[in-house]
């Protein structure tokens, strides 16, 4: 199969480089990368340029720094790259991101997957993050002599990103069967398109998978920048995803329940009701999410 990635990139001078070498040296080589440099202000443009006149296989894109926006401001970056090539033409599109490490044999991994089992709209491995509460002291230190290619992990310097199960595919690692994308009508520029992907393929059928033993070094956490910000933009993500206020009131008093915090639920639920700009979803498409959702809350209760 013949595929293509897209990395979207704002200011990555100290990622892009080790993220675009483990692609370059990966076992499976069917496939092109375009690098679209979102109006980065450092090093980042000079450093892909600098690569990319040393390969065959990957394509910088440039454009002008767009409007801050999260969820919607990487998909209109990944769009670009979209654009710039005939993907109708490749069988995988992969949305990646420029600060993550893979290890050599990633792509040949998800290839087998797509090539052995058809119904699989969407795949990945999972992303690990630098263990910091067992080494403190490698906090937002870099080793200079690093080496990315080892996956060994003898001493637990990796752990699971524990954002979301181990059978969700993460944002930063996305690839879907062209097929899937298709019938998905490619990703939407919204808060929350990297849950909204994976429940507008189950309404066209398509498998989610992710391979438990093959994972990514993820060189900065999720969503850093964001944690003060978390219960506002989770009532954001809430109503972009089609829910209802009372499916948005029992997520929320889950995600309050695992943080502990009552207050998160009230602004939570106030970030929900205050949302007004029309979803990016049909009709049919709220109510296929929301009955998968309510089947979700049922069976967990073995109703």
């Known amino acids: 199969m013949k595929f293509l990635i897209i990395i979207p990139t704002h200011n990555e001078e100290n990622n892009i480089l080790p993220c675009l070498e483990s692609l370059k040296n990966q076992s499976f080589q069917d496939f092109v990368c375009v690098v679209v440099n979102d109006g980065s202000t450092d090093r980042t443009q000079q450093i892909i ?72 709209g969407i795949a990945s491995g999972l992303v690990y993050i630098r ?42 690692i996305k690839a879907y069967r062209k097929e899937c994308f298709e019938d998905m009508n490619g990703l939407r520029a919204v808060l929350g398109w990297d849950n909204l992907d994976i429940l507008l393929a189950k309404k066209s059928n398509w498998e989610v998978v992710t391979i438990k033993e093959l994972w990514v070094k993820h060189l900065r956490p999720t969503a850093y920048k964001y ?38 639920f009230f602004v939570t639920i106030n970030s929900f009701l205050k949302q007004k700009e029309k979803r990016d979803l049909s009709k049919e498409e709220i109510q296929f999410i929301r009955n998968l959702r309510w089947k979700e809350f049922f069976r967990n209760f073995g109703l």
């Not at 403190?136 to 979301?164: G, V």
């Open 49 to 120: 340029m600098n690569f990319e006149l040393s390969t065959s296989n990957f394509q910088l894109l440039d454009l002008e720094r767009s409007q801050h926006e999260p969820g919607a401001k990487v998909v209109r970056t990944f769009n670009k790259g979209l654009e710039s090539v005939d993907w109708k033409s490749f069988d995988v599109i992969c949305k990646y991101d420029a600060d993550i490490v893979f290890p050599q044999n990633y792509l040949e991994k998800i290839n087998q997957v797509f090539e052995t089992n058809p119904k699989t």
């Open 131 to 172: 263990n910091y509460k067992q080494n403190p002291e490698i906090k937002n230190l870099r080793n200079p002599n690093e080496n990315w290619a080892d996956f060994s992990n003898k001493n637990q310097e990796w752990i699971f990103e524990d954002l979301s199960s181990k059978n969700h595919v993460r944002g930063p």
């Open 227 to 264: 944690k003060s910000q978390k219960a506002e933009k989770l009532g954001q993500y809430f109503y972009n995803i089609g829910l209802n206020l009372p499916l948005a009131m029992i997520s929320s008093a889950k995600s309050s329940f695992k943080n502990r915090s009552v207050k998160e």
